[in-house]
């Protein structure tokens, strides 16, 4: 249904200063104006514009027939929009947390991820379900976890995390139209401003990041890509959502000259740019606040050791989240934070 | 410091609790005797108007809708009063369903193909509810509704093609036999999942609705898997959006081989869950083909005319195993079958046509000649293309395709390893 349109050169486009909620609202509202066959749904999405105002506007504009508030049943809001899916909608589902997905996974996993591949290609479910995820808001255990590792060992799914509100609206706008399920998560613990990790320090608003000018109208940010954050010679960073802020902000502290790629995509994932990187630099920390064992971060770790390994100086280091629930009262103690990278910055550099 | 957990006394004089766990009235060697089973009256039962609040379907929910009577006639309000040229067919497409459930059910214990199920004594079930929806509205099936493709007029080469996962199963292969995806004849890739078909068809429904589309859903679930929470979610939805949409609870008595009490059936009927959702509910006898077509008109009637869903609870019995990988006789009487009180649903409905005069023992004969002659020619046609594990399968390389639109570096990486293992297993090997 979308209408071709030549590519917008982003440097030229007007911009303005969003954050991230307001970039994935945008985008949401570009998607919901150019396609007919979008609709939203999810927990409190339609009048209320949802818990995190991520939908606030969207009912008003385009009715009650495609942004609507759903039943508290994940399975029911998966289920349904795999069959809205099938009928030839495009939906576009909220999990108003990512800690709320699991009763929805057999839909996910079972059916929206093999319908193309079991039906050899009669039926899709190009569904784009967002859902806020990762910590740092004094969320408790039900309201923190990052659980993206149990999507990206789903064959048939992609999985999406922006770090800024110029991707989130580029990746969003791309997963939409994306033919195949994506999870999209948002890390809701920058949805206002780029945290750094320094959670005793005044929160910084994101209208003072240059990565919140946002260009007006529709673009993509194609699914599949890795953006080097900043270039450097000392060591790789692999890192996504919250966790591309806090690597940034240590390195930056402690003068590292590291090289820092948001991963943007975790399936399919951009293994040109994590190769090209890693074997110029020759180190790599892998950081991620979910939990540590079997995360995603075990998947990076041996991607780079298989494809670089002789280029690696130093073992590859992974931070992460420790190995228990995301607790409430010690939910820093919890978070990959300055001290934990700071450290591991130390063991891959050895004194350099 | 763990102490033991030990009883504490009694509570009075209360006696102690009990876990009460199901058990099945026959096992295998008990002589089963039904007469438990309250089968009412022939056309003793009301048919409200299709735009009725779902609570006025309350008493047919505990009732059973029956039209068929034991003079074979066609009786009571619930008589869709079909011509005699659509009974003949849809006779012919429940015994098509038949011969064709004998013949593969042979295959596979030839070797042919690794797995079967079959749905004799349930073909009403799905043959005459498939007569009584429009060939366009969206059917998201179970496991045992090859009566509705039967009836769509699906190829019966494409099933066994499917079945025998050959190079001309054009699900390339993948799926387990017998787990269809006819999308050109409005039919949902079967799963294999149990329930998750059930809030995909709300979903379909409620898209056709926000569409103003004329078409509607329907669905069909075990009883067994009516447990799962994904039956509670599409009820709700169903519900809640008022969806254009059909459940179908096929309550065969049997899952597996565990029966319906241990999805509740000791406690109430699977057509009463409806009620409780504001869903309209209706209990019919399943092996009367009639009484299924009258329920299903019903219930599709009320749904395209915006009056909501409905739920129908098919009341039959699964005369053979759940697959061709279960033995029954392992654990439920074999005398089950003969003794089922509700008859056969091909039996009855041949006899009532006959009764009417519109049919006779010769003709029913020779029609059944006619369709193993049928299935027999397609089945030969479909081992053409070659039967599963002799070669015969799709390119190695479709095995990494559909997994995604387009194929990711991983992917590709993956198929050429699997064609390299290929090539050094057997070295003569071409695609």
Redesign the interface.
């Known amino acids: 249904m979308t209408q071709e349109e030549s590519p917008v050169s982003l440097h030229d486009a007007p911009t303005r200063r969003l954050n991230m909620i307001e970039a994935i609202n945008d985008a949401l509202d570009i998607m919901m104006a150019r396609d007919p066959d979008v609709i939203i749904m999810g927990e409190d999405v339609g009048y209320f514009g949802g818990v995190f105002r991520a939908t606030a506007g969207l009912q008003k504009k385009y009715g009650k027939t495609r942004v609507f508030d759903t039943p508290i049943n994940e399975c029911g809001i998966i289920g349904a929009a795999v069959g809205m899916g099938a009928y030839g909608l495009r939906p576009v589902p909220e999990i108003q947390f990512a800690d709320y997905i699991y009763p929805g996974l057999d839909q996910l996993i079972s059916e929206a991820a093999r319908l193309r591949y079991r039906s050899a290609g009669e039926f899709i479910a190009p569904l784009t379900v967002r859902s806020p995820f990762g910590g740092g808001i004094f969320g408790g255990q039900t309201h923190s976890q990052s659980p993206e590792a149990l999507f990206t060992h789903v064959a048939g799914l992609k999985t999406v995390i922006p770090a800024t509100p110029h991707d989130a609206k580029g990746l969003l706008i791309a997963a939409i139209e994306d033919n195949d399920p994506v999870i999209f998560f948002e890390p809701k613990r920058i949805y206002n401003g780029p945290f750094d990790g320094y959670y005793d320090k005044p929160v910084k608003p994101w209208n003072t990041h240059d990565d919140s000018v946002v260009p007006e109208g529709y673009y993509k940010i194609p699914l599949g890509k890795a953006r080097v954050v900043r270039e450097g010679e000392a060591l790789t960073v692999l890192a996504y959502g919250t966790m591309v802020h806090v690597a940034t902000a240590v390195c930056a502290e402690k003068g590292v000259d590291a090289e820092i790629i948001d991963l943007r995509t975790l399936v399919p994932i951009d293994i040109e740019t994590v190769e090209k990187s890693v074997q110029k630099t020759g180190r790599c920390m892998v950081v991620h606040e979910a939990t540590r064992t079997s995360g995603f971060g075990a998947e990076l770790s041996a991607l780079v050791q298989e494809r670089c390994f002789y280029h690696l100086e130093a073992p590859i280091e992974r931070v992460t989240g420790f190995d228990t629930p995301y607790p409430h009262s010690l939910e820093w103690a919890y978070f990959p934070g300055p001290v934990r990278i700071g450290e591991a910055l130390d063991r891959l550099l050895g004194g350099k | 410091m763990a102490e033991s957990r030990k009883p504490l006394g009694k509570r009075g004089n209360l006696p102690p609790l009990e876990l009460y766990v199901p058990e099945p009235k026959f096992r295998p060697g008990d002589k089963a005797d039904f007469t438990y089973i309250d089968a009412p009256p022939a056309g003793a039962q009301a048919r409200p108007d299709e735009g009725c609040a779902a609570i006025e379907t309350s008493a047919l929910c505990y009732d059973l809708v029956r039209v068929l009577d034991d003079d074979h006639r066609a009786v009571g309000p619930w008589d869709p009063k079909l011509d005699p040229d659509t009974l003949r067919q849809m006779l012919r497409t429940m015994a098509l369903t038949r011969a064709f459930d004998e013949r593969m059910y042979r295959g596979q214990r030839q070797g042919k193909t690794s797995f079967y199920m079959k749905c004799t004594g349930e073909e009403a079930t799905s043959v005459a509810a498939a007569y009584a929806l429009a060939s366009d509205d969206?059917v998201?099936p179970s496991y045992r509704q090859q009566g509705i493709l039967l009836a769509r007029g699906y190829p019966l080469i494409e099933m066994i093609n499917q079945i025998y996962s050959n190079r001309g199963d054009?699900?390339?292969g993948?799926?387990l036999p017998i787990?269809y995806?006819?999308?050109d004849f409005s039919f949902?890739?079967i799963?294999g999942?149990l329930a998750?078909q059930?809030?995909?068809?709300?979903?379909?429904?409620?898209?056709?609705a926000?569409?103003g589309d004329t078409r509607i859903?329907a669905s069909w679930i075990g009883e067994g898997s009516t447990a799962e929470?994904?039956f509670?979610?599409?009820l709700?939805?169903a519900t809640?959006y008022n969806a254009p949409v059909v459940f179908n609870v096929v309550n065969n008595q049997w899952a597996i081989s565990s029966f319906s009490g241990f999805a509740g059936a000791e406690r109430t009927t699977f057509a009463a869950r409806a009620i409780g959702y504001g869903v309209a509910g209706l209990r019919v006898d399943g092996n009367d083909a009639l009484a299924v077509y009258a329920a299903t008109q019903w219930a599709a009637n009320r749904a395209r005319s915006n009056q909501g869903p409905s739920l129908i609870e098919h009341f039959t019995y699964r005369v053979e195993g759940h697959s061709t990988s279960d033995d029954p006789g392992q654990y439920r009487s074999a005398r089950e079958a003969e003794e089922w009180p509700l008859g056969d649903p091909i039996m009855r409905l041949k006899r009532h046509l006959i009764t009417l005069g519109e049919w006779s023992e010769d003709q029913h004969e020779a029609m059944d000649r006619e369709l193993a002659e049928q299935v027999k020619a397609a089945t030969k046609e479909a081992e053409k293309n070659g039967i599963l594990g002799h070669g015969l399968h799709h390119p190695f390389h479709t095995m990494f395709e559909?997994?995604?639109?387009e194929l990711?570096?991983?992917l590709e990486e993956q198929a050429e390893q699997a064609i390299r293992e290929r090539r050094t297993k057997w070295p003569e090997w071409k695609e």
């Open positions: 969206m998201f054009k699900l390339k993948r799926q787990m995806s006819a999308r949902f890739t799963s999942n998750t059930y809030p995909q068809a709300v979903g379909w429904a409620m898209a056709s926000s569409r859903a929470g994904d509670h979610a599409a709700t939805f809640v559909d997994v995604y639109e990711p570096w991983h």
